[in-house]
């Protein structure tokens, strides 16, 4: 189960049976680029339990960002899809694709994938976040995502082949973008974010490439003026 590389399962009961989301509950959307391996995990926010539902996944590759794009607004089009958040903080130029091609990506809220982890096991722990029955390659990985461990035995700060995992790294996107939006929207106790605000302020923020973001401005323009 998610956590268990410190032995911190989540509780019993966070696979859920399938059930027909509302239309009106917002989404959020989570991405994990690679050029062989895009991973998009979609979570929808319970208004009235105050819970978040991982409900649908797909991992594809040899695709455009074009191609990603479009089919993801096809899904977002009939649903209340209220933010995109994908890759590592580094990953803007990836980010500024899918600006160009409709959708408004956004930078992970937590970076640093120790904390991203925590607060996604704090999702399962606190019964905030459950998964579709559905989600195979989702309950896959939750059930194999562990650290490394020492010639001790002992776990190491190293994820065991951590690169296999692209749907819980666009789940770790998604989960703590979606809480943090909730809470700053006023739905969600301060106590579930603890320790976002220390680490975003420590952390500096990245300058655009003048080129790359240049040239999106260019094509966001040039698509403007057709």
């Known amino acids: 189960i998610y956590g268990s590389y410190r032995d911190e399962a989540p509780p019993e009961g966070h696979v859920v049976a399938d059930f027909e989301i509302p239309p009106s509950w917002p989404r959020y959307v989570g991405s994990d680029f690679g050029a062989v391996n895009e991973a998009f995990v979609w979570i929808a926010h319970d208004p009235d339990k105050d819970v978040l539902y991982a409900y649908r996944e797909s991992l594809e590759g040899g695709l ?9 607004l096809a899904y977002a089009e009939r649903e209340n899809v209220i933010l995109w958040a994908g890759g590592s903080k580094g990953e803007n130029q990836k980010r500024w694709d899918y ?23 704090a999702l399962f722990k606190t019964r905030r976040l459950f998964v579709f029955e559905s989600l195979r390659g989702i309950r896959s990985e939750l059930g194999t995502y562990r650290r490394k461990l020492d010639a001790a035995g002992q776990p190491t700060p190293e994820i065991q082949d951590k690169a296999k995992f692209h749907r819980l790294d666009a789940l770790r996107y998604a989960g703590p973008r979606a809480t943090f939006h ?38 966001v323009h040039d698509r403007l003026l057709r």
């Open 99 to 121: 600006a160009a091609a409709g959708i408004p990506m956004r930078d992970p809220v937590v970076s640093e994938v120790e904390l991203g982890i925590d607060r996604v096991v």
């Open 64 to 72: 455009t960002t074009g191609d990603h794009a479009a089919a993801a």
């Open 182 to 219: 909730l809470l700053t929207d006023g739905t969600l106790p301060p106590s579930a974010l603890g320790g976002y605000g220390e680490k975003l302020l420590a952390e500096p923020v990245p300058r655009p490439d003048d080129d790359a973001l240049l040239a999106v401005v260019r094509d």
